[in-house]
């Protein structure tokens, strides 16, 4: 897949439906055992009529891709309330989401133009290992791949020796990023001339620069809804009031809205956010909670004009008691303070983000209280929880609206069309959990390699690390080897960035490198570096390619606003945009 073009790995893609891992207490006998009590959700158990409940950018997406993928197949009903709104939150993502959008043949530009959306290439973190000190995470591949010794070594070799760079200086993204440039090639129109300009400096392996997207949440599921409304999906407006289950079986028969409606399904997709109404509410299904790991547990968001081009990355910057997002749309900036209530209280974080942000206010902040961890079924019964119902990293990484599209692109290939299998659910269960353990682990490693000296700061400096993740350092640490698992979302690269950038200085690094000689080394480091440093110096700035490629209409965030201000009307609240979207 598109994984290694892309800079993180591929949509994490299950091994095939019903299929059992070795090596974790599950042999051929429990997949017959399970294959043998496979349960049937409704009558004659084919599932045909799905009720999403939910429409965030999660409800949304499945709607979407269930659509897409099984057009006629499937009778989808979507129901969400302008009455409670979205999260209106969630507005920085990873490249695996190009995958996703290629895989529903959405248009870019006009994705983009609709979302007034941005690019991203990386994320700046700055303040994490003490105030003062700033690392690029950036996408893509730093350096080119040798048979034997990852690059970083190579890099390691040469500071060994005296050359002084960065690591991100062998990193088309990162070199871009600090630049404020962004192209594409063959794009068509005038980025065609970028793109001969670029092709022609950078006699480079790789052809394309490997990015991801900032857009605005609201724009987002509206552009979602767009694309599905008109596939046959049916949007019911109500407040859920009841889940009705069946008695014998705990399975959910239907959604109960509180003007008496009833949507009744064979399957329910979760996307009612954190309130989780159809798993937790109504199944039980218990939470793993991880803010021992992570200790924020609270955001305030606000959203302001902007106060200058757009940068291509977030900006993550560490403070005494979490951190504060910055993320540049097209037309305005996302920014929000992620917090430890144990800390820092709601008004503080809210002074602290004003300040620091003072340009003119587009929406009052909201305070966004969030629990770290996981459900502890995905797929419990006939209900399976996405987006924030079904689990909640922090945003440090951008990872959430991923594992939604992970899920969804699982929950695509595990379709029980033909009744619910506990073996097939099983297995859904087992790799969300892995990919989630991944992405958390890698989250946790900000958080712990610090120098900082405020209390949250030390606790997490001293906290006791998730299975697996104290290795990975201490590996590093001792012989500068990094890796990516089978199966797991961040590259070596990003391991290598992070852990350096988090100050882990290898006390080794590997000894082969040290047989080339000065300059053959340098021919190699050159080698990588001069071509990066002329493709940077032939791209546009990222405003200017906006402004050919993909400029949003001013409608686009008209309509947004407008919609913000009629779910304020309706709900006399701030929290998110949601509603009833007039097209
Ligand atoms: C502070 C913060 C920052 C984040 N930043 C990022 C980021 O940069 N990148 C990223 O990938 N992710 C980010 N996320 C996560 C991201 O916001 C979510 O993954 C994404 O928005 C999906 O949310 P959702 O659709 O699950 O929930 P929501 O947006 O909360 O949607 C829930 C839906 O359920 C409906 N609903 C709820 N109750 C009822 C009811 N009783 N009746 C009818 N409908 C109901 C609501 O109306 C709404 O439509 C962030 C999250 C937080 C908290």
Aim: charge should be neutral; charged fraction near 25%.
């Amino acid at each position: 897949m598109q994984g290694a073009a892309i800079g993180y790995a591929a949509l994490a893609a299950p091994q095939g439906g019903g299929a059992v891992p070795e090596g974790r207490g599950h042999g051929r006998d429990t997949l017959r055992k399970n294959v043998g009590r496979m349960k049937l959700a409704t009558g004659n158990g084919r599932i045909r009529k799905v009720v999403i409940a939910g429409g965030g950018t999660a409800g949304w997406v499945a709607a979407c891709a269930l659509t897409h993928q099984f057009r006629d197949m499937l009778d989808i009903t979507l129901v969400e309330s302008e009455q409670v709104g979205t999260v209106g939150v969630g507005e920085s993502t990873i490249p695996t989401i190009r995958t996703f959008h290629k895989l529903l043949q959405i248009d870019e530009r006009e994705f983009l133009s609709s979302v007034a959306g941005s690019f991203k290439l990386a994320i700046s973190f700055e303040n994490w290992t003490r105030p003062g000190a700033r690392y690029i995470h950036p996408f893509g591949t730093t350096g080119v791949n040798t048979w034997s010794v990852d690059f970083h070594q190579f890099w390691l070799e040469s500071r060994r020796r005296g050359i002084k760079s960065e690591l991100g200086d062998y990193c088309l993204e990162t070199a871009a990023a600090l630049k404020d440039r962004f192209a594409l090639f063959n794009t068509g129109q005038n980025t065609q001339q970028w793109s001969m300009r670029w092709t022609k400096a950078a006699s480079m392996e790789r052809r394309d620069v490997s990015y991801a997207y900032h857009f605005d949440a609201g724009l987002y599921a509206a552009f979602m809804r767009v694309k599905c409304e008109g596939r046959g999906l049916k949007r019911i407006e109500g407040k859920i009031a009841q889940v009705r289950q069946d008695p014998e079986n705990g399975f959910v028969q239907a959604l109960v809205l509180e003007d008496g409606q009833v949507i009744e399904g064979d399957l329910f997709l979760d996307c009612t956010g954190a309130r989780a109404l159809l798993s937790e509410q109504a199944l039980k299904t218990g939470f793993e909670d991880w803010n021992h790991w992570l200790p924020s547990n609270r955001a305030v968001a606000l959203q302001t004009e902007a106060d200058g081009p757009p940068v291509p990355y977030t900006r993550a910057i560490a403070h005494e008691a979490g951190w504060h997002w910055k993320i540049s749309l097209q037309h305005r900036i996302g920014c929000g303070i992620v917090f430890s209530d144990a800390h820092m209280s709601d008004d503080e974080a809210t002074a602290k983000l004003l300040a620091e942000n003072p340009a003119k206010r587009l929406r009052e902040p909201w305070i966004i209280p969030f629990r770290t961890g996981r459900r502890r079924k995905a797929w419990n019964k006939n209900v399976i929880a996405l987006g924030l119902a079904s689990s909640f990293i922090e945003p440090l990484e951008s990872t959430s609206i991923h594992l939604t599209l992970s899920a969804v692109t699982r929950l695509v290939q595990f379709f029980p069309f033909e009744g619910i299998s506990e073996a097939a659910a099983e297995r859904y269960n087992e790799v969300s959990r892995m990919e989630l353990e991944h992405v958390r682990n890698f989250v946790v490693l900000h958080y712990h390699l610090n120098q900082r000296d405020e209390p949250l700061w030390k606790q997490c400096r001293e906290m006791e690390l998730p299975p697996g993740l104290g290795e990975r350092i201490q590996v590093f640490r001792e012989t500068g080897y990094a890796w990516q698992g089978e199966d797991e979302l961040f590259r070596l690269d990003s391991w290598t960035h992070c852990m350096l950038g988090q100050g882990v200085v290898p006390q080794n690094h590997h000894p082969l490198t040290r047989a080339l000689s000065d300059a053959d080394l340098k021919t190699l480091l050159d080698g990588v570096r001069k071509p990066i440093d002329a493709a940077v110096a032939a791209m546009p700035s990222q405003q200017d390619f906006i402004d050919s490629y993909c400029r949003a209409p001013d409608s686009a965030w008209e309509k947004m606003y407008a919609c913000a201000r009629q779910h304020e009307q309706v709900t006399g609240k701030v929290a998110g945009v949601g509603g009833d979207l007039k097209q």
